[in-house]
């Protein structure tokens, strides 16, 4: 099993729910509970350096606010990074910063483009990426399976929705992980402000070159529409492509990961989902669940108000947390357990309400590609060494994870 130090409800006047090692280096599980069940408004104090922010973490508390951009807007910034230091700059132009009639208008756009019958081919060049990543790993018998398998995949869909160049996507998947700054203990937001800007720079260049050139990828169609009946201007272009990458390429790739170590540390549901007792598209909702691969989202209240009963101020940076609401006790029947087969299942993996993720129906075709792939094609998997977490207070997951496999 992956063992890491229990941090006990006793420790929690000493912590900080920002700092990305908390989350990559110990188990917070009865922090959370504590949390549920004695102070589901808890306020993280602030620091030297950052301000103080709320902590919300009962399943009903946490879609309340998700539902209500009014009263909560994501215009301050949607993760705790951005929000403690103070503001998004892409903020009212790239769609999970932008509230209101904004927000619904370029959200119509972009939806024509991720509907489950627009991403049919996509989604049948990811199963068909699946088949063969794991067909070169069982020929191989051993594989980091984050790196050479979850990390090829959703960086490849997302290219092919936006048009990028084969020979640019290896380039682009590196400048997202430092963007994100989530596979180095030690990368600074120096080098992550660096990457976010080359990789706005490359999405310019394309959508220039897009204007021009009459294609018909995502960049196309962003440069062809109109908001609120304004054309999109060059930087909100490369704002929305740049938020496609950062919101679906780790968080899938997480997941994917996550599901191989789910499946290795779960005997038991390995052999339900192989004699197929457990569906395909269940199993995908549990994984999600069980990955939460988004630990929580931000917003800024707009006004004086309450959560959950409790009064919130307006300027209040407010933080809602899926790595608590998927295990609450009172939505989730013995939310510990991994079952693939769990019905219903009302995780928040994806948010909630009107910033309810926009490529969850891709998301789940992946995911669900590599458990049918796992299932078909796979008999066996032994771990070799270490899965290395990722270090971030927002991604949650491996970024490696060496593995054998056996063909079935
Ligand atoms: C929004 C999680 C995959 C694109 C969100 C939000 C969450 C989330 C929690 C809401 C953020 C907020 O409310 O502030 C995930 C997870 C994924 C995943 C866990 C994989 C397992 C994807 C993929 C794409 C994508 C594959 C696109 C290729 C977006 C976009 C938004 C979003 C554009 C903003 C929607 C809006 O504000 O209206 N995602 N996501 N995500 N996601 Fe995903």
Same mark, same amino acid.
């Given at each position: 099993?992956?063992?890491?130090?229990?941090?006990?409800?006793?420790?929690?006047?000493?912590?900080?729910?920002?700092?990305?090692?908390?989350?990559?280096?110990?188990?917070?599980?009865?922090?959370?509970?504590?949390? %549920?069940?004695?102070?589901?408004?808890?306020?993280?104090?602030?620091?030297?350096?950052?301000? @103080?922010?709320?902590?919300?973490?009962?399943?009903?508390?946490?879609?309340?606010?998700?539902?209500?951009?009014?009263?909560?807007?994501?215009?301050?910034? +949607?993760?705790?990074?951005?929000?403690?230091?103070?503001?998004?700059?892409?903020?009212?132009?790239?769609?999970?910063?932008?509230?209101?009639?904004?927000?619904?208008?370029?959200?119509?756009?972009?939806?024509?483009?991720?509907?489950?019958?627009?991403?049919?081919?996509?989604?049948?060049?990811?199963?068909?990426?699946?088949?063969?990543?794991?067909?070169? @790993? $069982?020929?191989?018998?051993?594989?980091?399976?984050?790196?050479?398998?979850?990390?090829?995949?959703?960086?490849?869909?997302?290219?092919?929705?936006?048009?990028?160049?084969?020979?640019?996507?290896?380039?682009?998947?590196?400048?997202?992980?430092?963007? $994100?700054?989530?596979?180095?203990?030690?990368?600074?937001?120096?080098?992550?402000?660096?990457?976010? +800007?080359?990789?706005?720079?490359?999405?310019?260049?394309?959508?220039?070159?897009? %204007?021009?050139?009459?294609?018909?990828?995502?960049? @196309?169609?962003?440069?062809?529409?109109?908001?609120? !009946?304004?054309?999109?201007?060059?930087?909100?272009?490369?704002?929305?492509?740049?938020?496609?990458?950062?919101?679906?390429?780790?968080?899938?790739?997480?997941?994917?990961?996550?599901?191989?170590?789910?499946?290795?540390?779960?005997?038991?549901?390995?052999?339900? $989902?192989?004699?197929?007792?457990?569906?395909?598209?269940?199993?995908?909702?549990?994984?999600?669940?069980?990955?939460?691969?988004?630990?929580?989202?931000?917003?800024?209240?707009?006004?004086?108000?309450?959560?959950?009963?409790?009064?919130?101020?307006?300027?209040?940076?407010?933080?809602?947390?899926?790595?608590?609401? +998927? &295990?609450?006790?009172?939505?989730?029947?013995?939310?510990?357990?991994?079952?693939?087969?769990?019905?219903?299942?009302?995780?928040?993996?994806?948010?909630?309400?009107?910033?309810?993720?926009? !490529?969850? &129906?891709? @998301?789940?075709?992946?995911?669900?590609?590599?458990?049918?792939?796992?299932?078909?094609?796979?008999?066996?998997?032994?771990?070799?060494?270490?899965?290395?977490?990722?270090?971030? +207070?927002?991604?949650? !997951?491996?970024?490696?994870?060496?593995?054998?496999?056996?063909?079935?």
């Amino acid at each position: 099993m992956t063992t890491r130090r229990t941090i006990a409800p006793e420790e929690l006047d000493t912590l900080d729910l920002a700092d990305p090692r908390l989350h990559a280096e110990t188990d917070l599980s009865a922090v959370w509970r504590h949390l %549920r069940q004695r102070r589901p408004v808890h306020l993280n104090p602030a620091t030297d350096t950052a301000p @103080a922010f709320w902590v919300v973490t009962r399943h009903a508390d946490v879609t309340a606010v998700y539902r209500d951009s009014a009263r909560f807007t994501s215009e301050g910034g +949607n993760v705790l990074e951005t929000l403690l230091a103070g503001g998004d700059t892409a903020a009212g132009r790239m769609l999970p910063v932008t509230d209101g009639d904004k927000h619904a208008g370029l959200r119509r756009v972009l939806m024509s483009a991720f509907s489950p019958r627009a991403l049919e081919p996509i989604v049948a060049s990811v199963r068909r990426t699946v088949q063969r990543l794991l067909a070169e @790993a $069982l020929d191989k018998g051993s594989c980091d399976f984050a790196s050479d398998v979850a990390a090829r995949i959703p960086l490849g869909a997302i290219c092919d929705l936006l048009g990028v160049p084969d020979h640019d996507r290896a380039h682009v998947l590196s400048l997202t992980s430092a963007a $994100l700054g989530s596979h180095d203990a030690d990368s600074t937001p120096a080098d992550a402000w660096i990457a976010r +800007n080359e990789i706005l720079l490359y999405f310019a260049e394309l959508a220039r070159d897009r %204007r021009e050139s009459g294609h018909s990828d995502v960049i @196309a169609l962003l440069a062809g529409s109109e908001v609120n !009946g304004l054309p999109l201007d060059d930087d909100e272009i490369m704002l929305n492509c740049y938020s496609l990458i950062l919101g679906g390429d780790e968080t899938a790739r997480l997941s994917m990961a996550g599901a191989a170590l789910a499946l290795l540390e779960h005997p038991g549901q390995w052999q339900a $989902l192989k004699r197929g007792d457990a569906p395909i598209g269940t199993a995908v909702e549990e994984i999600l669940r069980w990955t939460t691969p988004a630990l929580h989202a931000g917003r800024t209240a707009t006004t004086d108000t309450e959560i959950g009963g409790h009064p919130v101020r307006a300027g209040d940076i407010v933080t809602v947390w899926n790595a608590s609401a +998927n &295990h609450d006790e009172l939505v989730f029947d013995a939310p510990g357990e991994l079952r693939l087969d769990r019905t219903p299942n009302k995780h928040v993996t994806f948010a909630h309400g009107p910033h309810f993720c926009l !490529g969850a &129906h891709l @998301a789940r075709a992946e995911l669900g590609a590599v458990l049918a792939g796992l299932r078909d094609l796979v008999a066996e998997m032994e771990r070799t060494g270490p899965a290395r977490p990722v270090h971030s +207070n927002f991604l949650s !997951g491996f970024g490696a994870l060496p593995l054998t496999l056996k063909a079935a």
